[in-house]
């Protein structure tokens, strides 16, 4: 027999709050687990997100050399920018649902969001740091980089990187939700 969504819930630590809760206490949700409850939960999503961009900034660490050392003269900088970006959007959706089932978050906008904000809140600073001091080059232009067209494309490869736990979510909702079409047959 298929369990509703709330014993789901229950058994995946999420809070299921009923309507008539949520108006007696005038619209407010508190969440009535202990504090150490909480903050193993926060700490739950914290670690998922360090780890998810640490694997996908070990990928990138390995395919940035290749790139410029090997890919840029016989490709040229465009291609071989977009062949990384295939291989990054790749490891970036395995890296993000590895993470959300290794560490049981529970699949919803608000938990996928916060992993997302923490990878790139965390990927930010060592971009710049691998800018700047590995390879050498002033902040300045880093910036000024951003304005070519590979530049648009690493731009877009990190919000990618930041929404794709999200991403998958909504994928994985869009595809458990029933097509009415069909239904209605």
């Known amino acids: 027999m298929a369990k509703s969504h709330r014993v789901l819930a229950a058994e995946r630590g999420a809070i299921a709050i009923s309507r008539h809760h949520f108006l007696i206490n005038g619209g407010?949700?508190?969440?009535?687990?202990?504090r150490r409850l909480r903050f193993d939960f926060i700490m739950q999503k914290f670690k998922a997100g360090v780890i998810y961009f640490l694997l996908v900034f070990a990928v990138g660490w390995i395919l940035g050399?290749?790139?410029?050392?090997?890919?840029?003269?016989?490709?040229?900088?465009m291609a071989a920018m977009l062949s990384e970006a295939v291989v990054m959007l790749i490891a970036m959706m395995i890296a993000a649902r590895w993470v959300i089932r290794r560490f049981e978050v529970p699949q919803t906008l608000s938990n996928t969001l916060s992993i997302g904000l923490i990878a790139i809140g965390l990927l930010f600073p060592a971009?710049?740091?691998?800018?700047v001091w590995v390879r050498g080059l002033p902040f300045q232009d880093y910036l000024a980089s951003f304005v070519t067209a590979p530049g648009v494309i690493s731009l877009l490869m990190f919000l990618v990187f930041g929404a794709m736990p999200t991403l998958l979510t909504v994928l994985t909702w869009l595809r458990r939700?029933?097509?009415?079409?069909?239904q209605s047959r």
């Open 65 to 77: 050399p290749i790139r410029e050392l090997w890919a840029v003269p016989y490709l040229g900088r």
């Open 28 to 34: 407010r949700l508190h969440d009535h687990r202990p």
């Open 127 to 131: 971009e710049i740091a691998g800018i």
């Open 177 to 182: 939700t029933p097509d009415l079409s069909q």
